[in-house]
């Protein structure tokens, strides 16, 4: 015959390890998604800092054109848009890894992100081929097209990075 206690005993040790696996799979599912979620903020950090970038290109691509400056600023701005440019493509790259390291089936959120990305990549090449032209050291080029540039950097400017 056994005792009543042994069965209480029984019982308890059942629930309680019961409430320890549903403890284990809540942390599990919490952390696996806090996990997604930092990557998240992350690639919406960088994507900021790479609005933020076309921005700046963009100002410093229209003062040079516009002339205003001496030659020695005018090299200052070229020199400062140099290093922005170079940070632009470095960003977009780690931007770009981020999205294809997703494994399939795609979540509903990187494959909107890659539909974005192919839709911006001709504004990303437009500003980089426009950050670079403006950086090369042929006046006579540049004179002839600084009307073409102001146009470009003017279609390019609206909200690439949304």
């Known amino acids: 015959m056994q005792s009543p206690f042994r069965k209480l005993v029984r019982i308890s040790i059942v629930l309680f390890a019961t409430v320890l696996l549903c403890n284990f799979f809540a ?14 903020i992350l690639a919406r950090s960088l994507s900021g800092r790479q609005q933020t970038l076309s921005q700046v290109i963009s100002t410093q691509a229209a003062l040079i054109t516009g002339g205003l400056y001496g030659e020695s600023a005018t ?15 470095i960003q977009q790259e780690q931007l770009q890894k981020k ?8 979540p509903a959120h ?9 839709y911006i990549n001709p504004y990303y090449n437009s500003i ?8 090369q050291e042929d006046t006579v080029v ?21």
């Open 27 to 40: 942390y599990y599912l919490v952390n696996k998604k806090s996990a997604e979620n930092e990557e998240l």
């Open 99 to 106: 999205v294809e390291q997703s494994k399939t089936p795609l």
């Open 142 to 162: 540049f004179r002839i097209n600084k009307r073409m540039y102001l146009q470009r950097l003017i279609k390019v400017k609206p909200s690439i990075y949304p």
């Open 75 to 89: 090299r200052q701005i070229k020199d400062s848009l140099l290093s922005v440019l170079s940070t632009f493509k």
């Open 110 to 118: 990187v494959f909107k992100i890659r539909i974005l990305f192919s």
């Open 128 to 135: 980089e081929s426009i950050g670079q032209d403006l950086c």
